[in-house]
Each structure stands twice: as C-alpha cells, then as structure tokens.
T-cell receptor, first 113, second 112 residues
Framework: SQQGEEDPQALSIQEGENATMNCSYKTSINNLQWYRQNSGRGLVHLILIRSNEREKHSGRLRVTLDTSKKSSSLLITASRAADTASYFC?????????????FGSGTQLTVLP | DAGVIQSPRHEVTEMGQEVTLRCKPI?????LFWYRQTMMRGLELLIYFNNNVPIDDSGMPEDRFSAKMPNASFSTLKIQPSEPRDSAVYFC??????????FGDGTRLSIL
C-alpha cells in the first residue's frame, strides 16, 4: 500500500526555474527519502532526511520535513532539462536492520529547454 | 562497481507460462527487495529478504508468486502460472543495513 501521496502528479517548468514537489504521509517515520526515476530505468536515491531534521541540502536539492504535518517537500533549484524524471518520496517506518520503504505515487517533472 | 543486475530486461510470454525473474544484488548488501510497478498501483513492495531470509512477504499478490534467495548473491521471483494482470515492471533493490536502497533497471514483463 502507498503511504506517501505526492503533488502535483505532473509539473512542467522552463529550464532555470525552480521545481517544488510535495509529499504527505500517514504514519510515524524514522526517515523520509527522495528517489528519482528516469524513463525505463530503476530508482536512484537522491537524499535522506531523518525524523529529527527539518531541512537538508545536497547540491541543487533542498528537502524539508514537517513531522507535525506529516509532510515533506523537495525543491530543485535552477532546473535543467536533464532533471526531467519522476520523483518519489519514500518513508521508512520500519524497525530492525532491514529498512522497508513505502513509496509515494510520484511526481512527473518535465523541464523544457 | 556493478550495481544491482536484473535479467531479463524484457519478457513477453503467454498466459499460463512460468516466468522467472532474476536478480544479483550489490556485493556486500544484506537486504534484498522485490517491487512491482504499474501505472494503476504505483510501486509496491512484494517481498524482502534480510541475510537471505524472507522477512515480509505480505505484498506477494497470491500463491502464484514465489521468491527465493539461495545465497547472498542471487534471488529469483517466479510467477506460475502467469496471468495478463501480472504485466508490470518488476524491480529488485538491495541495501546494507540502514543505507538507502539501490535499484536495478527492472524487468518489463508482458503477459499476453
């Protein structure tokens, strides 16, 4: 079952603009992760934010987490055509050493050159 | 450094046939996950293994699906008999302890 719900489902922007994607979830989490999927390929991990963190940066990526609202956002600054992909949030609420993730429905981002 | 390797990349077969999907996780990873991705249901976890032992198979749709991990470097997902509604992209992912998951490029399965 999907815990994360993302919006928008699809986003189209011009190169150089910023892209913001949101994710909401339902249960308590250890951490929240964002993944990217290019067409015809597997998911690639982008960034992880722990439940006790509020904001994290990695290059042009900025992730926020609000555990009180059970929501997260992914901001991609100065977007490029190569950023065109689907972006998924995934929540980790598992215990033990094996990290079981629940993925959201994804946002399809199109960056127009 | 080889990533997660899945085979075949594409499989087209007729309903009723047995289908076997294969996965080689990243060396040293001790957790392996099988997912199914469809437009309607998104990405669903089918089963995952930790240290070659199945931990949670509650996502396996029905008894037609089975998965094995005979050793740390190989896993299979089998569908017997296959049905058209099994058509999807099947992903294998691996991880070590609490590190993020690494995904293969998937097997696109079409059941006619």
């Amino acid at each position: 079952s999907q815990q994360g719900e993302e919006d928008p489902q699809a986003l189209s922007i011009q190169e150089g603009e910023n892209a913001t994607m949101n994710c909401s979830y339902k249960t308590s989490i250890n951490n929240l992760q964002w993944y990217r999927q290019n067409s015809g390929r597997g998911l690639v991990h982008l960034i992880l934010i722990r439940s006790n963190e509020r904001e994290k940066h990695s290059g042009r990526l900025r992730v926020t987490l609000d555990t009180s609202k059970k929501s997260s956002s992914l901001l991609i600054t100065a977007s490029r055509a190569a950023d065109t992909a689907s972006y998924f949030c995934a929540t980790d609420g598992s215990s033990g050493s094996a990290r079981q993730l629940t993925f959201g429905s994804g946002t399809q981002l199109t960056v127009l050159p | 450094d080889a990533g997660v390797i899945q085979s075949p990349r594409h499989e087209v077969t007729e309903m009723g046939q047995e289908v076997t999907l294969r996965c080689k996780p990243i060396s040293g990873h001790n957790s392996l996950f099988w997912y199914r991705q469809t437009m309607m249901r998104g990405l669903e976890l089918l089963i995952y293994f930790n240290n070659n032992v199945p931990i949670d198979d509650s996502g396996m749709p029905e008894d037609r699906f089975s998965a094995k991990m005979p050793n740390a470097s190989f896993s299979t997902l089998k569908i017997q008999p296959s049905e058209p509604r099994d058509s999807a992209v099947y992903f294998c992912a691996s991880s070590f302890e609490q590190t993020p998951q690494h995904f293969g490029d998937g097997t696109r399965l079409s059941i006619l």
